[in-house]
């Protein structure tokens, strides 16, 4: 399959891609975490989220985690998703911590 003719919506993606380890509502609970030496990142917390900027989760799901210092076992998903389907799966981690990025790193806001 080309990563063109996937799907854009992020919860689809999410649950294809991402949910065997991070978890099906991204609590860090996905049937492979128990076998990671660095549990998954848990999505649904809005304040670890919430200290992220959109950035910075493109960045390490397109790159992996290694290169934002993280576990080397986050896949790089560059080679098989979009960049609208990777900003897709950022708004989805957004709605499942229920939470904004940082003030500074968002568009037009004042600090
Ligand atoms: C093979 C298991 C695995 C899969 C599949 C996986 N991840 Fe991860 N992910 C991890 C691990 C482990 C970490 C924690 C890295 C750390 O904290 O060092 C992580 C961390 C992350 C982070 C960093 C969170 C932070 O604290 O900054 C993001 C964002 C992320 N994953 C998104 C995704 C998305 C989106 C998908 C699906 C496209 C996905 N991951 C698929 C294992 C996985």
Not at 63 to 77: D, V
């Amino acid at each position: 399959m080309s990563p063109a003719a996937g799907s854009t919506d992020g919860k689809t993606l999410y649950a294809q891609w991402c949910a065997g380890c991070h978890g099906a509502t991204g609590k860090g609970d996905g049937p492979n975490a128990a076998r990671l030496p660095v549990p998954p990142a848990k999505h649904g917390d809005g304040k670890a989220m919430s200290a992220r900027s959109d950035d910075a989760l493109f960045d390490t799901i397109e790159a992996g985690g290694a290169i934002m210092n993280k576990s080397h076992r986050m896949p790089a998903f560059g080679g098989s998703l979009t960049s609208l389907q990777i900003r897709a799966l950022v708004q989805y981690i957004r709605t499942l911590c229920n939470c904004q990025p940082p003030a500074w790193s968002r568009d037009g806001l004042q600090p």
